[in-house]
């Protein structure tokens, strides 16, 4: 057992050393632009709360930024066959800090709708870079790998930005006049460490979209042609979006209100789930080559359904602990093996647009979710928008099962995705 465990260290870190020099500047740039990502996601709802917002406002607010990422998706896609990815990255972690700077210090008015939707957009162009930066620099060999590694150093930033954003705040409060000032510095010190995301993104080495880049297919005749393709492998995504924007945005608030938690306490919480999403995303691969990535996907998500749960009913704050590290290891393994797989699924040529869809179908759910969940939220409680999120999860793992159970076969070392003719 001793011996297996070993031989699994040096065969990952034998992956890991593959990786390119670009995929290494990408890889500490974005741990810093997450420390800032991280420090949003865990405040801003409880700033704004802070600061008299409701529910309902909190969730117009998410919906506005997921609004921003679905108009941007497609166009961004097809910039990003002319452009440098390299400018892609550079603009996007501008746009985002200084978008959270203004989050932070304007008033909790509509004028904060139009700065998260170009929040929304800013993370938009930065998701859709990342995937075909991964393909172009990156063999069949460690991409699983790259990918997992990609989203786990974006875990572990979330770790430390969660742990430090929360312990701040409580610092600072000690300190300061009210709690509100307590968070606006932090949300200032978490947007200065996010510039330094500027150096490694500058460093990466470009010089443009390749040929291949730019011969990438956007028509509408392809579209027609695997639209019976690209359904199925938006659906699933798009249900499972539905069911987590009901949710998932409104956990640090769901802390705080049921069981009374101030935020360094929650930036603990957040902390721990990140760190137990983590060790899921680094057992990702291992189980895709073992299982495969679809059966990995559809049991990790339906893993995940007892947890949510516990949430919805349990007024234990250890139960409820232990469930939010659970959803967030299990739901969290498959993400990047997702983005893999539909990957996998296409052409080079259909890579850009697939992952643009992809993007997509998840955020506009979010679009349509947070937006209900805030309100759904503000008047029954957590316990009625997390059951429906359950529904919505059972249903987009029956359909990937059954849209993709025959899409791998196992080959030595491993499964192997046919791309259909």
Known sequence: MRQKIIDSIKDYWGHIRLFTPNVRKF???????????????????????????????????????????????????????????????????????????????????????????????????????????????????????????????????????????????????RTMPSLVNAYQWTFIIAVGAGFFALIPFFMIDTTGPTEEDKEADFSFGLFKTQFKLYAKLLTPQFFVGLGAGLIIPFLNLYFRDRFNQPPGKIGLFFFAVNAAMLMGILAGPVMARKFGMVKTIVATELLSIPFMIILAFTYSLPLAFAAFLARGALMNMAQPIGTNFGMEMVNRSEQALVNALMTLAWTSSWMISTAIGGKLIEKHGYTLPLMIAVILYIISAILYYLFFRKSEKKITGGFMVEIPS
């Open 27 to 173: 890889l500490i740039g974005s741990f810093l632009i997450s420390l800032t990502a991280a420090a949003g996601q865990l405040l801003l709802n409880l700033y704004l709360k802070e600061r008299g917002a409701s529910e309902s406002f909190i969730g117009d607010l998410l919906s506005a930024g997921a609004l921003g990422t679905t108009i941007i998706a497609i166009p961004a896609a097809l910039a990003l066959r002319r452009m440098k990815l390299k400018m892609a990255l550079l603009c996007s972690t501008i746009i985002y800090t200084i978008s959270l700077l203004l989050l932070s210090r304007l008033p909790v008015t509509k004028i904060l709708l139009p700065i998260s939707l170009m929040s929304g957009m800013a993370v938009t162009l930065y998701r859709i870079a990342t995937a075909p930066f991964f393909m172009r620099n990156s063999t069949r060999k460690e991409r699983t790998y790259v990918f997992s590694f990609g989203f786990g150093v974006t875990l572990m930033a979330g770790m430390v930005g969660s742990l430090t954003s929360g312990w701040l705040v409580s610092i600072l409060y």
